[in-house]
């Protein structure tokens, strides 16, 4: 059974289209983060959710619009897509308690490229 | 503000050689999580380890084995004898808001 699962794990756009990428978490975990990893490895929080309202908001543009209708999904939407948001966009969920906070458990990641 | 830095971008080693990741990290916080995540070349990312800032023991499994000095911020990774499956990048990483260092390539040849 897959813990984190993220779709799609490719997407090929062009510039000025509008995308999601759908993440979903089985572990019963409370607390959900979208995660940018650039073409050099760097690993850049964007957003995390904790049951549902939001925690963690980044400098991210306007157009990054997270969704989360339950505790088991966060879904990230795009808006006008630029060629800059080509990357890896990993999907994680985490137990979340104030003093405590228990590893990350990613997704596979979803490859966007802006063409 | 938090703050992780890997200052090695790259290490290249040959087989059965030891290595050792650095990790130096700043936070305000009294209370704190410090974590390893490894990224094989597949690209998944993988949790290694887990430590809170109030456990400095030393842990070992196996290869792999970590040394946290709260005296000097730093939360470094050692793996003995590596093999050219510990090839990835690490990423040492620190909580509440999960900040990642900048990661350190590892290359182990045959």
């Known amino acids: 059974d897959t813990a984190v699962s993220q779709t799609p794990k490719y997407l090929v756009t062009q510039m000025g289209n509008d995308k999601s990428i759908k993440c979903e978490q089985n572990?019963?975990?409370?607390?959900m983060y979208w995660y940018k990893q650039d073409s050099k490895k760097f690993l850049k929080i964007m957003f995390s959710?904790?049951?549902?309202?939001?925690?963690i908001n980044e400098t991210v543009p306007n157009r990054f619009s997270p969704k989360s209708p339950d505790k088991a999904h966060l879904n990230l939407h795009i808006n006008s897509l630029e060629l800059g948001d080509s990357a890896v966009y990993f999907c994680?969920?985490?137990?979340?308690?104030?003093?405590?906070?228990?590893?990350?458990?990613f997704g596979n990641g979803t490859r966007l490229t802006v063409t | 503000a938090q703050k992780v830095t890997q200052a090695q971008t790259e290490i290249s080693v040959v087989e059965k050689e030891d290595v050792t990741l650095d990790c130096v990290y700043e936070t305000r916080d009294t209370t704190y999580y410090l974590f390893w995540y490894k990224q094989p070349p597949s690209g998944e990312l993988v949790f290694l380890i887990r430590?809170?800032?109030?456990?400095?023991q030393n842990e070992i499994s196996g290869r792999y084995s970590w040394n946290f000095q709260k005296s000097t911020s730093s939360f470094n990774f050692t793996i003995t004898a590596s093999q050219v499956v510990d090839s990835a990048v690490y990423f040492c990483?620190?909580?509440?808001?999960?900040?990642f260092g900048r990661g350190t390539s590892l290359i182990v040849h045959p």
């Open positions: 990483a620190l909580t509440y808001i999960p900040t």
């Open positions: 572990l019963g975990h409370d607390t």
């Open positions: 994680a969920s985490s137990h979340y308690l104030q003093g405590n906070n228990s590893p990350l458990h």
């Open positions: 959710y904790n049951n549902k309202e939001l925690i």
């Open positions: 430590r809170n800032s109030f456990d400095e």
